[in-house]
């Protein structure tokens, strides 16, 4: 049974130098340093409780109110990042699921968590932030390209989650298409054109995340906030 190892948040603050010009010395303000909340948490439509969204454009909002990230690919990350082992919350998510991965989360899922109930908006598109989160120019782009991004709800029922909640299918959309899926038809549109068709089509995922689909169909999509150049 899927379960939730760990529940994270944070508060946005500045890091790094404010006269530094480089990547991976600029100032730049960031949520992404989640800590480890040992007791359970209310979560509303906005998010988790003392949970911070630095950069509101990208993330956040009631349709990315909660990140969700799998351990199943936490050795993978350890690897490519050249450790032993990762935090929780390692990848910015405020929960950390086993059980649970982008091949078998579907767009528009809903989860019972706890007593809340949450819903699968979107894949989490990865920004350069990641990548500066573990000092490597690569991370959002290995990100992109192995499509192990994580996944963003939205929260239908308020209520409060803890460390060892499991994770109940409550029920899933017709058009079923894993968050894995998704993230291949989004890398490479000429070649999964169908999917994104599909994908729009979906009622319940972001407004936002639609957008960026059709346009992605249309070859206007900026991908510029994955830029850590």
């Not at 010395?25 to 209310?42: D, I, Y």
């Not at 409060?160 to 038809?185: K, P, Y």
């Not at 490479?188 to 319940?204: K, Y």
Request: aromatic share 10%; charged share 20%.
């Amino acid at each position: 049974m899927a379960k939730v190892l760990s529940v994270q948040v944070g508060r946005a603050k500045t890091y790094g130098d404010a006269n530094a010009k480089g990547f991976l010395e600029k100032a730049w303000n960031t949520a992404s340093f989640k800590e480890v909340v040992k007791r359970p948490l209310h979560v509303s439509v906005e998010g988790f409780e003392d949970d911070e969204v630095a950069d509101r454009a990208h993330h956040g909002g009631i349709d990315k109110a909660v990140f969700a990230n799998s351990y199943e690919n936490y050795a993978h990350w350890a690897t490519f990042l050249g450790l032993e082992r990762l935090p929780f919350g390692a990848l910015s998510e405020n929960l950390t699921i086993v059980g649970l991965q982008e091949a078998n989360v579907m767009l528009g899922d809903v989860h019972e968590i706890g007593s809340a109930i949450l819903q699968v908006t979107q894949p989490r598109k990865p920004c350069w932030k990641i990548s500066r989160r573990w000092n490597h120019t690569e991370l959002t782009n290995e990100i992109f390209t192995s499509g192990l991004s994580g996944w963003y709800y939205r929260v239908l029922k308020e209520g409060v989650i803890g460390a060892g909640d499991a994770v109940l299918i409550v029920s899933q959309e017709a058009c079923s298409i894993s968050i894995l899926e998704a993230n291949h038809a989004f890398r490479e549109p000429t070649h999964f054109a169908m999917t994104l068709e599909r994908m729009v089509t979906i009622p319940s995922i972001a407004p936002s995340y639609r957008d960026s689909l059709i346009k992605r169909l249309n070859g206007t999509s900026d991908l510029a906030y994955m830029q850590t150049r």
